[in-house]
């Protein structure tokens, strides 16, 4: 027994001097160590200016190194505006008050040249409003927005967010090089924006939080987002999508999808929370199918091959532009709240353009555009005008 005794309190101490090693050693800027500390270094280069930072708490002090020689300390405070307000948030934010009292602003003695820029302190939030050459997040784990919405960013093909797992906003748009981006290990992102890059492929399979996500302007041949049912807003236009479903996503309220031309067919009927529809563009598009949009104010269809389009079940539809396809039909019975029609170029005859005008509802000096149909001289205005419409001919 006391053998046993005497093992046991060598582990113990043994254990302790271990801790105690490991205390004296620790990393002061992990976040479970030194109260979400971190460091971000970047080249960058602008004319003048460089962005905002912010902090968790008031009086967090934030160390930035600008690369030519210039070390400054900054100590934030609380800010807010009138959207803030509204909500309740509180923000603070660190800057030197030449420019705005959230940005921070730098003079550089040679603007044309890239400078490393090291930013150390408890860094919530980070916008870079200059142009990037390089940016290592990875020492700032509790980073919970990156943002830099700048074009021009030069060498930027990659970013590696793998050990950013609190981030909750991405804003990489326009990066126009950037080929590659992985945010599985980000499952708390709410918003992710990744508009006009490289990108041939996106997993947002495990980003289940995601309510907005805005991929457009890539090289995209497919997106899933039917793990993403908590999406309010998705903007997928200018990539190579052949398809797009969307049926698991009940939640959207706002869809834009344009400027595809190998997209086919789009059914949105089990997106009844929908109040915006933007699927313009799309050279092959030959089947829409808003059955089941109720909630549905806007539908912009323009420059697309529909045959055909019934919306007399979107009850709520104020908006519809479907201009520039190859309509023989157009079924508006259903839309008393409609204010606005545009149906130019497409190959509705008199009859049709005349069933529309019978199917408007009443209205106070609304228009209705007709160019460019089989049937625009020869139908009977005198309904549609009868109800309050100005008939558009040009």
């Known amino acids: 027994m006391k053998k046993l005794f005497y093992l046991f309190m060598v582990a113990m101490c043994a254990t302790m001097f271990l801790a105690c090693s490991d205390d004296d050693d620790k990393d002061p800027l992990k976040e479970e160590e030194e109260g979400k500390e971190g460091v971000i270094t970047a080249v960058i280069t602008y004319y003048g200016g460089f962005g905002w930072i912010e902090t968790f708490n008031e009086g967090d002090i934030i160390t930035i190194d600008w690369g030519d020689g210039t070390v400054e300390e900054f100590k934030s405070f609380e800010y807010h505006d009138e959207y803030d307000e509204e909500d309740g948030e509180i923000h603070y934010v660190v800057g030197n008050g030449e420019y705005s ?5 730098h003079e550089y003695p040679d603007n044309d040249k890239p400078y490393n820029v090291t930013i150390k302190g408890k860094i919530k939030e980070v916008d870079f409003d200059c142009y990037l050459f390089s940016l290592d997040i990875s020492k700032c784990p509790a980073l919970q927005l990156l943002s830099n919405n700048s074009h021009n ?8 967010l793998s050990k950013n797992t609190e981030l909750r906003r991405l804003y990489v748009q326009a990066w126009e090089k950037l080929s590659s981006l992985d945010v599985s290990k980000n499952t708390e992102l709410t918003e992710l924006n990744c508009r006009g890059n490289n990108l041939t ?3 947002v399979s495990k980003n ?34 052949t398809s797009l479903d ?31 529809l933007e699927c313009e563009n799309n050279n092959n598009l030959t089947s829409l199918n808003v059955s089941g949009c109720t909630a549905l104010t806007s539908l912009l269809c323009r420059e697309n091959n529909l045959t055909s389009l019934d919306v007399s079940g979107c009850t709520a539809l104020t908006v519809l532009w479907c201009v520039d396809n190859v309509l023989t039909s157009l079924d508006v019975s259903g839309c008393t709240a409609l ?25 106070t000096s609304q228009t209705i555009s ?25």
């Open 246 to 276: 969307v049926s698991k996503n009940t939640a959207l309220t706002d869809l834009r999808c344009q400027h595809m031309k190998d997209l086919t067919s789009l059914d949105v009927s089990k997106n009844t929370a929908l109040t915006y």
């Open 201 to 203: 492929s996106l997993d």
């Open 370 to 394: 007709i160019y460019g149909n089989p049937g625009t001289e020869t139908c009977d205005k005198s309904i549609a005008e009868n109800k309050g419409w100005e008939v558009w001919k040009w």
């Open 153 to 160: 960013n030069y060498d930027v093909t990659s970013l590696d």
């Open 208 to 241: 289940t939080a995601l309510t907005e996500l805005d991929c457009g302007g890539n090289n995209l041949t497919s997106l899933d987002v039917s793990k993403n049912t908590a999406l309010t807003y998705l903007e997928c236009g200018g990539n190579n999508l």
């Open 339 to 363: 204010t606005s029609l545009d149906c130019r170029n497409n190959n509705l005859t008199s009859a049709a353009l005349n069933q529309i005008f019978k199917d408007l509802p009443q209205v």
């Open 101 to 105: 009292e959230d940005m921070l602003i």
